[in-house]
């Protein structure tokens, strides 16, 4: 039996997933996390051989559980599911040791499939996605200039910036100027904006 680890907020869809991926003959459910900051301790309470992963949970992303994951149980393959087919996120889940990555308006088939093939040491990605990946290429932002806008991004005063993230102001303002120009946009909002469209934040 292949054990598996399912880590969705939504109850429903998750109760879904768990009900169909159930139905396989070799696939058994052994754990269902609705947060990020869930994934780890019940994977090392369940050492499941996949953790199917959402990108956007409360409490951790996905993403950062797939590293997590990676370190602390490096024989679980990571396997990511989710609405947003986003090319940065495509990237950053390949970084985070992510084994697969799929969208989720495809059939259940078609998942039990990939779970088996990244089983077997595979790389199983939406091939659209992958496309999308390679044409709109890696983020250009910095972490730190990631961090700065994912905090501005809200309307956040320099001031409020600052202090959530122990910054000068002026070395805020450096930060958005810069990821402004990287992006190609006119204020911080339209940077932020783009840099989660491209799944960059």
């Not at 559980?65 to 495509?90: I, K, N």
Request: aromatic share 4%; charged share 25%; proline share 5%.
């Amino acid at each position: 039996m292949i054990r598996v680890l399912l880590a969705e907020d939504q109850g429903m869809m998750r109760g879904a997933l768990a009900l169909l991926l159930g139905l396989e003959e070799d696939i058994e459910i052994v754990a269902q996390v609705p947060t990020g900051d869930g994934v780890l301790p019940a994977a090392l309470r369940e050492r499941p051989d996949v953790a199917l992963l959402d990108i956007e949970m409360p409490g951790k992303s996905g993403l950062d559980a797939a590293a997590e994951l990676r370190e602390h149980l490096p024989e679980c393959r990571v396997l990511f599911l989710t609405t947003f087919g986003r090319p940065g996120y495509l990237r950053r889940a390949m970084e985070a040791g992510a084994y697969g990555f799929l969208v989720k308006d495809g059939p259940v088939e078609e998942l039990a499939a990939a779970i088996r093939r990244v089983l077997g040491g595979e790389r199983v990605i939406d091939p659209a996605l992958a496309a999308a990946a390679l044409s709109t290429g890696p983020s250009p932002l910095t972490d730190r200039e990631r961090d700065v806008l994912a905090a501005a991004g809200d309307g956040s005063t320099i001031a409020d910036v600052a202090a959530r993230l122990h910054l000068s102001e002026s070395t805020v303002r450096n930060y958005l100027s810069s990821a402004i120009g990287k992006t190609g946009t006119r204020n911080r909002i339209e940077a932020a904006r783009q840099a989660r469209h491209n799944g960059w934040l």
